[in-house]
């Protein structure tokens, strides 16, 4: 009599015959999930993806190291030649300097003031997504790990939060707390920071829910541990995603803000103050004032969200932002 | 050729592939099936068998990435495969229905049972009046007993419950008299009397009507129940087909036999329950030669070999090297 | 159904009072109006005559108790800058603005939804990834710069379109309105466009995502099933599932389409209320911002109210109970 409840090949009459069979039967082994880095490659390996990479490391680059590359210091008032004002793409100063992407106003090198302004666009947009993203997280896991009533408040904010458009809530504060870089990224960490608390909670009650995490509490492992070595990893795919798409949306509505002129001041000009400055000048022809800014803000935006879309795509978080 | 008008539907060969990164894997493979008006069959085997898959081809509803690739199907002689896309629209629904396995899922959540009933009429027969279309839809519904047809044809799916849900499925299904009806699990997700009811009804009806019904299933005790003939699928290919009775007291395959043998009874209280060892492999992981010598207790080194679906004596097919005999079996 | 529109009522105004207060209190810390207001040759005498006039020498309890009295009797006071009743002035500009926001709205309909359909049902096809590149670029886009572009393109370059005003209106029960005139549609045209782009492609990808769901959907495998004609399965079991979650969304976008018209309506020049906001902002013209943002949170909870109503009637799983949400 044999025992069936075994394997097949326990049954099988022989050792030999068992070996033979075992071997017929070896697939090549799995390659080990490497999540990130796949994540990478699949990213990078997809035409649109790649173009969105590429964008977004040449323009940092540029954003970082604009005060080496730059022609001239736009915001050194002794370098600007008021006779240079508005000259066409192309054109030369009079000190010989070749002005590529032509002057505004005030006779300013506009490639030399674009670098400046994407310094500053992407300053005020990673650092306010940043702090968003901590603030939102932090409130997501609170909300996901305490449930009950903490979890109906904080929804409950996130839910009134999110009725109202950002741009509108981001109106209100710049009304009340006046200009500047600060009260900017204040004004866009508020607006931002619910979506990541919406989406952190979601994933981590999703996580919260799967045998691992009561095997971790079965364990008596404190709580906290439990919360952040095991959901907290387990969210981030979802997070990357948001966040990604996040910071595109900080820079645009920063470069909107700066547009209707409540954003941020003279002295701190970014991409969209730029070309607030030569909209007044677009309708006598002067086109390059505000073309060419725009065109670097775009090519940011849309830098991003290319890398962004395409990590959802692979990333595949099922909490949409 | 006589064979024609035999055969209510016939598979001959039939192999559906689904495309992926790494080419075209075969779900189903070189399936052989055959049904009279009349009859009712069972399709056995575990998730991941094909069996699914097999139903859906028939009908003409396998989505991409998945295609038929090789056989014949065979609808009153007609080979699905050869016609339009037109004329296999009016057969669906019309010749041959098919029901499946959550009722919760199959009719559309936003639209009232009387559109989802007459659609399915008008589909196959647009110039019919609107009040006998109704009327229709009305009588269907009482035949599968659900109780004041003429209201509930103005309620939503949600006011139903999931074993009258699946009633509805079954009467839409049966609306057009078809000859065939593919039942793709139908009573897996209902209560165990519940489901007693709808498969004597479904019993009941089809004999009534002289309709072909393939009832596609796990469960070997539905089948034994139900249905006259059996085809046993593994990993895509069918193992063993025979009568009801023989393979249930005979079974020939291993597969077959550790299937009957999983089956809870009350024979041996306090007996441990047997399992087949192992898992069905993905489709795209198959073992070479006999599929299932893996998981086989009576596994030798010639079922490495590629092996046919073989005629024994009577109504028996069987796809194994070393098919059980009578007697041979161990316990 | 009463208790429940009470309940929506009493939410409607604690927002509205949390609301004021917040902004009453942050407004009058910052800056002080008079500064704004007052010329830089005007003597201390005048200045402080102003402050009283205005009843900003009162502490800001006794300073907001007066505006809520006003609130509640449909004064919210006077703008500084015009001298004139700040809700006037809102209700004046409203028109304008809803004409903009409604326009977008349907455009962002009528073209997002047709594109998201096509691109749901054949994902694979080259019109397909066209369709969702565009959704990406709407996205991306900021909408003030695509407004300039648009001017600089169809009024600059082209000369075909009016870069900006309202155009020749006519009054519909005493409204004026733009889109009843040849010469009103052509100055509506641009800014609507302009402000319906983001919604566009918000609602390709909402219809294209809500397709795709359907089409993989055990309701349209079994309509196939019954023969149902493939054009029956798109335009009826597809769409109908697809459309009632839309309906929340669109509600709620409206929303966010009169608070963007903001950018629209100052790059356009049109004479709506987010003009007033935004100069009302940078002179801290206190009453007109308070009344904006009542009148705006006002339209909100009305919105949202509706969509819901809405949504009980379209889909038959949603009832409405008296008791919980």
């Known amino acids: 009599m044999t025992d069936l409840s075994t394997n097949a090949k326990s049954v099988a009459q022989s050792a030999e015959l068992a070996a033979q069979i075992a071997a017929a039967n070896s697939f090549p082994p799995e390659p080990p999930a490497r999540p990130v880095r796949r994540a990478i490659k699949r990213v990078l390996t997809d035409p649109l993806g790649l173009l969105g990479a590429l964008i977004v490391i040449v323009l940092l680059l540029a954003a970082l190291f604009s005060s080496w590359i730059s022609p001239q210091n736009p915001y050194d008032l002794a370098v600007l030649d008021i006779m240079d004002n508005r000259l066409p793409p192309g054109s030369e100063s009079f000190s010989g300097m070749t002005y590529w992407l032509g002057t505004d106003d005030q006779g300013r090198d506009l490639l030399s003031a674009i670098l400046y302004g994407l310094r500053t666009s992407i300053f005020v947009g990673i650092v306010s997504a940043g702090i968003a993203l901590v603030i939102g997280s932090v409130m997501g896991l609170v909300s996901a790990y305490f449930g009950g009533r903490t979890d109906t408040l904080v929804m409950r904010l996130v839910d009134i939060q999110l009725s109202f458009p950002p741009i509108l809530v981001a109106l209100i504060l710049l009304a009340i707390l006046g200009q500047g870089v600060d009260k900017i990224i204040i004004a866009l960490v508020v607006t931002q920071w619910a979506y990541y608390a919406r989406t952190v909670r979601g994933a981590a009650l999703v996580e919260r829910g799967r045998t691992y995490v009561d095997a971790a509490r079965c364990l008596a492992l404190p709580s906290r541990m439990v919360t952040l070595n095991h959901i907290l990893p387990n969210c981030l795919p979802p997070l990357i995603v948001v966040a990604t798409m996040r910071v595109a949306y900080a820079v645009s509505l920063e470069a909107t803000l700066s547009f209707l002129g409540i954003g941020l001041p003279v002295t701190e000009p970014s991409l969209g103050l730029l070309i607030s400055n030569g909209n007044k000048y677009m309708l006598s022809g002067d086109w390059w004032i505000s073309v060419f800014p725009g065109v670097a803000l775009l090519l940011l935006i849309v830098g991003i969200n290319l890398v962004g879309d395409r990590l959802r795509d692979v990333l595949n978080p099922k909490f949409k932002d | 050729m006589t064979s024609r008008s035999d055969y209510t539907l016939e598979l001959r060969g039939l192999e559906t592939v689904f495309d992926g990164e790494k080419g075209a894997v075969a779900a189903v493979r070189n399936v052989n ?87 399915a009429i008008t589909a196959h027969d647009p110039k019919i009046e609107k009040s006998a279309a109704r009327a229709r839809c009305r009588d269907a519904l009482g035949m599968v007993g659900i109780p004041d047809p003429d209201e509930r044809l103005y309620a939503y799916p949600h006011q139903f419950s999931g074993g009258m849900r699946q009633r509805v499925a079954i009467a839409i299904a049966m609306l057009n008299n078809p000859d065939l009806i593919i039942a793709d699990e139908p009573t897996t997700a209902l209560d165990v009397t519940i489901q007693a009811q709808i498969i004597a009804e479904m019993q009941k009806l089809c004999k009534e009507r002289g309709t072909a019904l393939i009832w596609i299933t796990h469960d070997l005790t539905v089948v034994a129940e139900l249905t006259q003939r059996v085809y046993v699928m593994y990993a895509g290919s069918v193992v063993e087909e025979g009568l009801l009775d023989d393979v249930l007291d005979h079974p020939r395959h291993p597969y077959t036999q550790g299937l009957i043998r999983s089956i809870p009874s009350d024979n041996a209280p306090g007996a441990r329950l047997f399992q087949i060892p192992g898992m069905t492999p993905p489709i795209d992981r198959m073992p070479k030669g006999c599929r299932f010598h893996p998981r086989c207790p009576y596994v030798q080194l010639d079922c490495l070999e590629d092996v046919e679906l073989v005629p024994q004596e009577g109504e028996r097919s069987v796809r194994c090297v070393h098919p059980i005999r009578q007697g041979e079996q161990v316990s | 159904m009463t208790a429940y529109l009470l309940r929506r009522g009493g939410q409607t105004l604690l927002t509205l009072l949390v609301m004021s207060v917040l902004v009453f209190v942050g407004v009058y810390l910052v800056g002080n109006p008079v500064d704004v207001m007052i010329s830089a040759t005007a003597t201390p005498q005048e200045r402080a005559d102003l402050i009283v006039r205005m009843g900003l020498d009162q502490p800001v309890w006794v300073q907001y108790w007066h505006f809520l009295k006003g609130a509640l009797s449909g004064d919210l006071g006077n703008s500084f800058l015009y001298n004139r009743p700040a809700l006037g002035l809102i209700f004046e500009r409203m028109p304008a603005t809803l004409e903009l926001a409604f326009s977008a709205l349907i455009m962002g309909l009528v073209i997002g939804i047709p594109l998201g359909v096509i691109a749901g049902l054949r994902p694979s096809k080259p019109e397909s990834r066209g369709i969702m590149a565009f959704s990406i670029l709407g996205f991306s886009l900021p909408t003030f710069w695509v407004g300039l572009m648009m001017i600089l393109l169809f009024a600059v370059k082209l000369d075909i379109l009016p870069a900006s005003g309202r155009g020749d209106t006519v009054d519909v029960l005493g409204v004026p309105v733009s889109f009843l005139t040849a010469d009103g549609l052509s100055h509506i045209f641009l800014p609507a466009l302009n402000l319906a782009l983001f919604k566009i492609s918000l609602v390709i990808r909402l219809t294209r995502a809500g397709v795709s769901e359907a089409l993989q959907s055990e309701y349209v495998r079994f309509a196939r099933a019954k023969g149902v004609s493939e054009w029956r399965i798109v335009f009826l079991h597809v769409l109908k599932n697809t459309l009632i979650p839309l309906i929340t969304v669109v509600g709620l976008e409206l929303g966010a389409l009169i608070a963007f018209a903001v950018v629209t309506e100052t790059i356009f020049s049109w004479p709506g209320m987010g003009k007033l906001i935004i100069d009302a902002i940078t002179t801290l013209d206190r009453p007109v911002i308070l009344a904006y943002l009542m009148i705006t949170v006002l339209m909100f909870t009305v919105i949202n109210l509706i969509v819901d109503l809405t949504y009980t009637l379209v889909d038959p799983r949603v009832k409405i109970d008296g008791g919980s949400e």
């Open chain 2, 33 to 119: 099936l055959a049904i009279k008006p009349g009859e009712i069959v069972g399709l056995v085997g575990e998730s991941g068998s094909g069996k699914s898959v097999t139903g859906l081809s028939i009908m003409g509803l396998i989505d991409r990435p998945g295609r038929i690739s090789k056989g014949e199907i065979l609808l009153n002689g007609e080979d699905l495969r050869k016609v339009s896309a037109k004329r296999l629209r009016s057969l669906r629904g019309d010749r041959m229905a098919m029901i499946f396995q959550d009722p919760m899922m199959t009719l559309n959540p936003v639209l009232r049972i009387d559109t989802q009933m007459i659609e």
